[in-house]
């Protein structure tokens, strides 16, 4: 069981928070661009990026922020905020 009293449990909860905000700001975003802005720029597919990012929030919910599936959701969230946002968004 993980002790979440003193600092290391503060941390632990803050580290959770923040990254589901990231998660979940990036499955907004994906929902509120058009679909053909992804296939024209050369990415993936609207529903291919929407269901990577609804994965990542739910991995995010049942594994923790330090859980294996949850870190490798986190990467796929920075890559639609790095990569594909700004090429779509034009």
């Known amino acids: 069981m ?4 003193g600092p290391s449990g503060l941390l632990l ?5 923040g990254l589901l ?5 990036a499955f907004a975003d994906c929902l509120r661009r058009p679909a053909g802005a992804f296939v024209a720029y ?4 609207k529903p291919a990026w929407l269901a990577i990012t609804a994965a ?3 991995l995010q919910l ?3 922020p330090l859980g294996l599936l949850s870190i490798v959701g986190t990467v796929a969230s920075i890559v639609y905020l790095v990569d594909v946002k700004p090429a779509v968004t034009s």
Do not use: H, M, Q
């Open 56 to 58: 990542s929030v739910l």
């Open 42 to 45: 050369g990415k993936l597919s």
């Open 13 to 17: 909860t803050a580290l959770f928070l």
């Open 2 to 5: 993980i002790d979440l009293s």
């Open 21 to 25: 905000v990231l998660k979940a700001y």
């Open 62 to 64: 049942f594994s923790g």
